[in-house]
């Protein structure tokens, strides 16, 4: 028992220390720039684990644009750091590493990925009066806790759902929909104003259920949609599920049109399918860069590809992006580092921002305005088609 | 009628993936009496390096006959994990032989987050996805039940595996060897049996079946990714329960009866509940045969 | 326990002296990043202690706690969102809930063993899981979990910063190690440790096994649950995320790390399971590969535990029948 008790005061001791070391270092580093200290920009997401590919997309992006504007000098002539946290897509990790992004002294911070980790980080930071911008999290309540310091890049839920139901009711005549989605916060988010945008115009939802991501054989579940005839599956989550499910219903005789929301929107959801099971598949999505006119979105595309010899995985890469390129301009424009300047200009004086992803332009609660969505159809070599 | 039917299909095919794994962690668990966490990894393993092999090298390409290229595929991936197999044990568990169970079983989840963590950063953490069109697309509509050719072929293949290990464990000298290290270490040894090179064997056999498990499903879903260990091990380890853990025929019922219940439950109640409901049958089961399906009587001590 | 001599000359008094003031002093000598670290150790350590009594005394091998984690964290949060109830005050409901769960489910699989049993814990868990992200009755808030969980209050002072925190955990922290040693200490304790020895003996000497195995069961879920409510009132968002297979497997490593059945050991497993990976941030996507290879090096170095119970590896090192009889064989 003694030893144990040594052993507990050293341990604590260890800890204490690193934690002193740790929080003498940033200190007060809110003074104007002639310090020359490195600004610091947090990237927050999972890393590891399931979603590790979303999570390492935001480092990727973010850390390749801040490699160009270091090359170019850096803004304001300080030198950008990037510096990861990795949440493993669950909030306990999420608030940690918000903590210690707080204790980093980090500018802003960008991420979470999915909302529920988004959540509890958004307070942390709130309290510590950083910038806070995440790329991905959909969830309409983020932004209703006035958090005057939090914006997204990405577009709301309700958004999509609302281009997607009309299209399917007014464009395509259908009647009879089943809407599959994956259980996680965002593709649920979708499927559920999904369903109520088609009803609200007279459309049948004939099959609504989740199935489980990670999982590789659905196929007990199209049997199910398949007994209800319906003349559209729409899919909300993402494209290693999305390219399974297109694959395997065409293997089950379903002749419903496969379409999926914006996470299907990925080369690779062509590949899972395969060419064959692919064609004809629509895709509700945000525009493709290569449907965008900004140069910037080709030039990003581009050097991510000469970077990383890969195309993004996900909008949410492009997102996490355009979340980097719109501090850079606010910290540019206002000529500081201080988190309410940067908030108070995204919010008020950005306009019509030549995002990769489109034009941003904030409302008062910090939600992206407006909506770009469309549909792709994917034709028989597997391209991804704008659909008149 | 035809709903019922495909589901069984549907079923079967799930199933016996599952089946294969949990012929890893029965054997295993028959002879050690060790839950092999690191099991599901192993199959993650075989179908990440059977995507090497064909994608990265192009054994599909270089070897002529399409058949002899996926055989050799097989066999390279199933021997190279095979190997991982006899190197964990020989590094996390056999110096933990005496020690207990429980810590082998913390060895090998370590085991399990290193695997896991060790592919992503060699893969990275995208999707693989493996080439299309290695196996002729056929499919045929019998009785109003689609039927394609590779789950015919995975369903050929898991089930003369099975039978090929059954057959081995229980007519030859060497599943002699295994199932008397599976009733006693000591006594083994004294018979003449050399327990540690059985168990190498073992741990050969055991991960290059899950291995097997996994090229099939890289060949038919074609999408694989670093975390699909845990969701297929977890899901083999309870069929290997359901079956009777230990008990080789056992691990092949379980799994085909894990994945038709997961069927039926998908199609006749919901796919959200369907592991919930394959959970409660298993629980079910358990409570009214305590040793599994097949597991062995044990007289109630109290 | 060789080196117990060096230390004699330091009076134990001065020893928890120390100890107490370096646990007092310790978040006042750091930042808020490593007060929180400190919190969700402290979280640990009460969700170990609690499964401690399940695992390490009766010997019941248990892979799905986080199930009763859940209960009492959930719980927690419909209320008190729902009734506007302080979560504080819900505290023994949230154990009395966790509690019932766990009686109603271990009284028709009590009589299975080992890793039978152990299999339907890891059922239960995914039930539970499965559940929550269901949205059931529209109670649990499917994926997106239930925000907006009041902090706690104690007579009217708002529990906000980590700080805060620390000094209320710590005070848990302090209770669980107290309950636990009392326990261990208790008839019903040493019912377990008969139990745990020999099944059959125990049971001819009167004690109602059953009755002592699900009272372990039934208090640690109690102990779960608690932690839940507290776990909720820390995070004021709860999502299913947190509550999955992994969260019952790290309670589990906790146990076996430390040392099966020690009070010392759960604390000390406990830092390995929830401490050590934060040093290992700065690896980046190397942190849970080097974790893992840390967890097997711990165990290989100390089979019985970083912090072993001399009253399981008493009688001259570890014997090599005792595990079988914390979860026995089937054949």
Redesign the interface.
């Known amino acids: ?9 050293v ?3 260890v ?2 220390l ?3 070391g ?2 003498a270092a940033p200190a007060e580093e809110e003074e104007p720039a002639e310090t020359l200290e490195p600004i610091k920009i947090g990237v927050q997401g999972p ?4 979603w ?2 979303e ?2 997309g935001f480092v990727d992006a973010v850390s390749l644009l801040a490699e160009q504007l270091n090359a170019a000098g850096g803004l304001l002539g300080r030198e950008i750091v990037v510096i ?3 949440d493993k ?4 990790e999420s ?2 590493v918000a ?2 992004m ?2 980093e002294g980090v500018t802003a911070v960008i991420g979470s990925y ?4 988004t ?2 980080a958004s ?1 942390i930071y709130d309290e510590a009066g950083i910038v806070h911008i995440t790329p991905s999290s959909t ?1 309409t ?1 983020l932004t209703e806790k006035g958090y005057p310091r939090f914006f997204r890049t990405c577009f709301l839920d309700d958004r999509q759902a609302l281009f997607v139901s009309e299209f399917l009711r007014n464009e395509l005549k259908f009647s009879k929909l089943a809407l599959l989605h994956d ?3 965002y593709a ?2 979708l499927a559920d104003w999904t369903k109520l945008y088609f009803e609200e115009r007279g459309g049948e939802v004939v099959f609504f ?4 991501p ?8 199209l ?2 949609v398949k ?1 209800t005839n319906p003349e559209a599956i729409y899919f909300s989550g993402y494209f ?1 599920e999305g ?2 499910l297109a ?1 395997q219903a065409k ?3 379903i002749d419903a049109v496969f379409m999926g929301g914006d996470a299907c929107n990925n080369p ?1 959801f062509v ?2 399918a ?3 099971a692919a064609e004809g598949a629509m895709i509700s999505t945000a525009p493709l860069p290569h449907d965008l006119e900004y140069p910037e979105a080709a030039k990003f595309i581009q050097d991510f590809k000469d970077k990383y010899k ?1 195309d993004p ?1 996900s909008v949410y890469t492009v997102m996490a992006a355009d979340a980097f390129r719109i501090i850079a301009e606010a910290i540019t424009k206002t000529e500081s580092i201080d988190p309410e300047k940067i908030a108070a200009y995204l919010r008020n004086d950005l306009k019509d921002f030549p995002g990769i992803t489109g034009p941003i332009n904030y409302d008062e609660k910090g939600d992206r305005l407006g909506s770009i969505h469309l549909f792709y159809r994917i034709d028989a070599n597997g391209q991804f088609v704008a659909y008149e | 009628m035809e709903f019922l039917l495909q589901q069984v299909i549907n079923g079967l095919t799930i199933g016996s993936v599952y089946a294969l794994v949990a012929l890893g962690y029965t054997m295993i668990y028959g002879i050690l009496r060790l839950i092999n966490f690191a099991h599901g990894e192993l199959f993650m393993l075989g179908s990440y390096l059977a995507f090497s092999f064909i994608a990265s090298v192009g054994l599909v390409n270089v070897i002529p006959n399409l058949f002899l290229a996926i055989v050799v595929v097989f066999i390279l991936s199933m021997g190279l994990v095979g190997f991982t197999g006899v190197a964990i044990e020989r590094i996390a568990y056999k110096p933990l032989r005496h020690a207990g169970r429980l810590p082998a079983v913390v060895s090998a989840l370590g085991v399990s987050i290193f695997m896991q963590n060790a592919v992503m950063l060699t893969y990275g953490t995208r999707y693989k996805v493996y080439p299309e069109g290695i196996i002729p697309t056929m499919a045929w509509e019998i009785l109003g039940v689609e039927i394609t050719l590779m789950r015919l072929i995975i369903l050929g293949i898991a089930i003369s595996l099975m039978f090929t290990l059954y057959f081995f464990v229980q007519k030859t000298m060497v599943g002699t060897a295994i199932r008397a290290i599976a009733l006693d270490h000591d006594t083994s040894r004294l018979m003449g049996i050399n327990v540690d090179s059985i168990i190498r064997l073992v741990f050969v056999i055991g991960p290059a079946l899950g291995a097997s498990a996994g090229i099939m499903v890289g060949l038919y879903y074609r999408q694989i990714n670093f975390t699909m260990g845990w969701a297929y091990g977890l899901r083999a380890f309870t069929a290997a329960i359901l079956g009777g853990i230990g008990n080789i025929p056992g691990a092949m019922i379980g799994g085909l009866l894990l994945g038709v219940a997961e069927a039926f439950g998908a199609g006749y109640v919901s796919p959200q509940w369907k592991d919930a409901i394959a959970f409660t049958i298993l629980i079910l089961v358990l409570i009214f045969r305590p040793t599994g399906l097949l597991g062995e009587r044990v007289a109630e001590k109290v | 326990m060789k080196t117990k001599r060096p230390h004699a000359a330091v009076p134990p008094k001065v020893l928890y002296g120390l100890l107490l003031a370096a646990v007092l002093v310790y978040p006042n000598l750091t930042n808020r990043y490593w007060q929180d670290v400190a919190n969700f150790f402290f979280i640990y350590v009460m969700l170990g202690l609690s499964l401690n009594l399940i695992v390490g005394y009766a010997g019941i091998f248990n892979l799905g706690h986080a199930a009763f984690y859940a209960v009492g964290a959930y719980s927690t949060a419909i209320i008190s969102t729902r009734m506007g109830v302080p979560t504080l005050v819900l505290l023994p409901l949230a154990g009395l809930l966790a509690a019932g769960f766990a009686a109603l489910i271990s009284k028709p699989i009590l009589h299975l063993r080992g890793d039978y049993l152990c299999l339907v814990t890891i059922g239960f868990g995914e039930i539970v899981r499965i559940t929550l992200y269901s949205d059931l009755f529209g109670l649990t808030g499917g994926p997106n979990g239930i925000l907006g969980i009041p902090r706690p209050a104690l007579a009217g002072f708002a529990i906000r910063q980590p700080i805060h925190y620390y000094y209320l955990f710590l005070v848990f922290v302090v209770a669980y190690v107290f309950i636990s040693k009392r326990l261990e200490d208790s008839r019903l304790g040493r019912a377990w440790l008969y139990i745990r020895e020999d099944h059959l003996a125990a049971e001819a000497m009167g004690i109602d096994t059953n009755k002592a195995r699900l009272l372990a069961i039934v208090l640690g879920a109690a102990g779960a649950g608690i932690a839940g409510n507290l776990y909720a009132g820390k995070m004021t968002i709860i999502a299913p995320e947190s509550f999955v297979f992994w969260e019952s497997v790290v309670m589990f490593c906790i146990i076996i790390l430390g040392g099966i059945g020690s009070i010392p050991g759960v604390i000390v497993g406990a830092f390995g399971m929830s401490v050590l990976p934060e040093f290992f941030r700065g690896f980046i996507q190397w942190r849970m590969f080097v974790f893992g290879a840390a967890m097997v090096a711990m165990m290989l170095f100390r089979p019985q535990g970083l912090w072993p119970n001399p009253r399981w590896f008493k009688a001259g090192g570890a014997k090599e029948t005792k595990p079988e009889e914390v979860a026995p064989s089937a054949s």
């Not at chain 1, 028992?1 to 005061?9: Q, T």
């Open positions: 028992m003694k030893r144990f008790v040594v052993w507990l005061c341990a604590l001791l800890v204490a690193a934690g002193c740790q929080q890393i590891s684990g399931q590790a590919y999570g390492e990861p946290g990795d897509g669950d909030p306990k608030a940690l903590q210690k707080v204790a999915s909302s529920s980790c959540e509890p307070a969830a309540r259980n996680t916060t649920k988010g259920d989740a199935i489980t990670g999982e590789k054989d659905f196929t007990p579940t049997t199910s007994a290693p390219g399974l694959k293997d089950l005789g690779e590949q899972i395969g060419l064959e890969e995985t």
